[in-house]
Structure formats: structure tokens, C-alpha cells
């Protein structure tokens, strides 16, 4: 089955870091742009950031850039997003998606929350 | 870069047609062919329904269509159903420094 899902997510205070994980399956994840998208409460769709097949291009929203990195294991078809210095209206859930110029597929998400 | 401007509500009766905009500018939709459209089921995983304007996946619904003229691209469902009743968010590349730009969304009530 073609699918992609998340982890990683949970509570953290004002500042802190995580580490969230995309475990991709039944697809050659090596040849896919990978993307992390994000939804706050209540709010719409948030691109985040985007990182190549290779990992030659990576690109981040100005809002996370310098806090966030994006990195992906080809061997272990998973794709990681670094969360530092996490602020209060980041709570969101937290989705991986597939693609480059549209993301044809995407996970279910995981939830971060931050908070003290 | 600024969110593309969604209506924040359609709504329609099943069996009409919709049709949700999606604007932006010369830099992003009116720029290029890459405006797609994702329909959102809350606490679902987002679907991809049109991609390169007017391109539809393989197993989404005919009913489904894309279009655009100028800066604003279009999405239309028609012979809504209850099914068709969530969240739908149009993206384009931009040329500014972030690939993607999302739309504001727009909820699609069948009534």
C-alpha cells in the first residue's frame, strides 16, 4: 500500500525542540520531492518546507527559516523536519506530503502542541 | 509571500454546480501552470483533486474541473454531492523564494 505516515509530534513548551518523522511505503520515495505542510487550529493550509529528491534543494517559509530543518534518509525512506525554538502559535498539526509541483500524496499528520 | 484570496464559503444544493476562485498574481498563478487544488476532509489526509490547472488525478471524480484566466484560477464541482461537503485549498508555484503558495480555503457546504 502506497502510504505515508507521520510521528513524532506532542506537547513541548515555548522554545523547545522536536523531531517529527515521515515513514514513506510502496512507492520509490527516492525519486520524490518531499514537502512538510502545517494546519493551525481553525487556520488553512501552511506550506513549511520542501527538500529534493537528493536533497540537493531545500526550501523553508520565511516564518520557520533558521529554526526548522528539513532532511530526508533515501536508505530509510523517511523524511525528518527539526523543530527548535518552537513559539506558541506553531501549535498546528503537521503534515508530510509527496510531490514537486503538486503534492499528490499526503499523511495523516501529527499533532504538535506548544505550550507551557 | 501573501496567501492566494479564497472565497470563505460556497455553498450549494446537490445536483447544482459550484465553482470556488482562487487569485493571486503575475508572480505565482498568472506565472505558471502549476495551480493545483487539494479537498480537505477535517481530520482526514488532504487529497489532491486537479493538478497543472485543468489536469485531474487518476480515480478523482470527472466531476471535478479546473481552469484559469489571468491571475485567477477556478475550481468547479459540479452535480454536488454530500460527499463534496469540505474544506478545498488551491496552491501555485511562485517565483518568490518559497516554491508554494497556498490558497486561504474555502468550505463547500451541500445544503
Known amino acids: 500500500e502506497v502510504q505515508l505516515v507521520e510521528s513524532g509530534g506532542g506537547l513541548v513548551k515555548p522554545g523547545g525542540s522536536l523531531r517529527l518523522s515521515c515513514a514513506a511505503s510502496g512507492f520509490t520515495f527516492s525519486t520524490y520531492s518531499m514537502n512538510w505542510v502545517r494546519q493551525a487550529p481553525g487556520k488553512g493550509l501552511e506550506w513549511v518546507s520542501s527538500i529534493s529528491s537528493s536533497s540537493n534543494y531545500i526550501y523553508y517559509a520565511d516564518s520557520v527559516k533558521g529554526r526548522f530543518t528539513i532532511s530526508r534518509d533515501n536508505a530509510k525512506n523517511s523524511l525528518y523536519l527539526q523543530l527548535n525554538s518552537l513559539r506558541a502559535e506553531e501549535t498546528a498539526v503537521y503534515y508530510c506530503?509527496?510531490?514537486?509541483?503538486?503534492?499528490?500524496?499526503w499523511g495523516q499528520g501529527t499533532l504538535v502542541t506548544v505550550s507551557s | 509571500q501573501s496567501a492566494l484570496t479564497q472565497p470563505a464559503s460556497v455553498s450549494g444544493s446537490p445536483g447544482q454546480s459550484i465553482t470556488i476562485s482562487c487569485t493571486g498574481t503575475s508572480s505565482d498563478v498568472g506565472g505558471y501552470n502549476y495551480v493545483s487544488w487539494y479537498q480537505h476532509h477535517p481530520g482526514k489526509a488532504p487529497k489532491l483533486m486537479i493538478y497543472?490547472?485543468?489536469n485531474r488525478p487518476s480515480g478523482v471524480s470527472n466531476r471535478f474541473s479546473g481552469s484559469k484566466s489571468g491571475n485567477t484560477a477556478s475550481l468547479t464541482i459540479s452535480g454536488l454531492q454530500a460527499e463534496d461537503e469540505a474544506d478545498y485549498y488551491c496552491s501555485s508555484y511562485t517565483s518568490s523564494s518559497t516554491p508554494y503558495v497556498f490558497g486561504t480555503g474555502t468550505k463547500v457546504t451541500v445544503l
Open positions: 506530503a509527496r510531490g514537486g509541483s503538486n503534492l499528490s500524496m
Open positions: 497543472e490547472v485543468s
